[in-house]
């Protein structure tokens, strides 16, 4: 039997080239040797306040990109995280497991809880149990995700070890894969931030549906640094190194290749390169988003939901029984 992938986006604001090379493209390069699931965490997005028409159309729009990367409906389970209740109901549960001290720690919460932790939505702190259920529910071996998820991922492997432990073995451990290239790209306008879907300056982040000339005048914008030492991997040169890691991830060169094609050319160079680079990367994948229509991707959506219901609820199933709930 294969072993299981499980990972998701959120159906929030545009996707852009750091949720591509760190987590879309793994995705699909893993998808045929592992038995994959792959999510569209609405649940996840009304964390924080959302236009609910919106919200509709954008967990739609989600499938129709990740069809378009390249995941195929009949290799993957395609799905949305309400379609299977269960995920919700397991949440409750792993709510129970988990500690305050250690949601307190976790990062993105005190990241995204912008007007301080008083204030901040109970969803939004308990937003990595939601994460560990999904990933659990799935009896998942491998979770592809971008470096920001990590904790998130600790955090599952910490509950489900604590699961096991106190009520015996229900849950398979999941290992996160962490692509050695990409899994953070940073913002073009500020290399000391991560590329953000909610980043306020827009030159910082490469949309996926950013057009040619767009995505040239982002690049030809971007912030690098006045040394004289040439375009080499220098991770201390944080704008020139996030540039030549996207390169590297969307060309599939090696950094000694990359370094002797540009040897003795300048920033400019570079630039025009990379997006021609990141334009040609982008073409196919655009091409297909004009295709799929939305009356097939909701039988897509409708079809996954069934196979994933159909594993999750025997997950929940054993989890129940373990605990002593009373559900049949
Ligand atoms: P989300 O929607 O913020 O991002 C989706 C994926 O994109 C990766 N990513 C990046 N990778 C490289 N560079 C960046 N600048 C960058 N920005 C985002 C993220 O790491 C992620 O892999 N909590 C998750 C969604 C989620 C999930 C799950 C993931 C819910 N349940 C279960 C895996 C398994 C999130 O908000 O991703």
Redesign the pocket.
Known sequence: MKKRI?????P?GE?????Y????KNWVALQNEYESFY?I?DL?AITLPQDPQVLKQKTLDLARIYLAAGIDPDVSTVFV?SDVAEHAELAWVMSCVARMGELERMT?FKDKAKDGTERAGVGLFT??V??AA??LLYQ?HL???????KQ??EL?RDLAERFNRDYGETFVIPDPYIPPV??????LSDPEK????SDENLNGAIFLNDSADVILKKFKRAVTDSSTDGIVFDEERKGLFNLLTIYQSVTDQSRDEIESHFAGKGYGHLKTELAEAVIEYLKPFQAKMAELNDEELEKILQKGAEKARSVASETLRKTYERVGLHKK
């Open positions: 499980l990972s998701g986006a959120q929030t996707l852009h080239l750091g949720n090379l760190g987590a879309l999510c965490v996840h995280q993105q937003y990595p939601l994460m999904d990933i998942t979770v592809p995700v971008g470096q920001d998820q998130h991922l599952t990409g899994a953070k790209i940073q913002s991560k590329m953000s879907k």
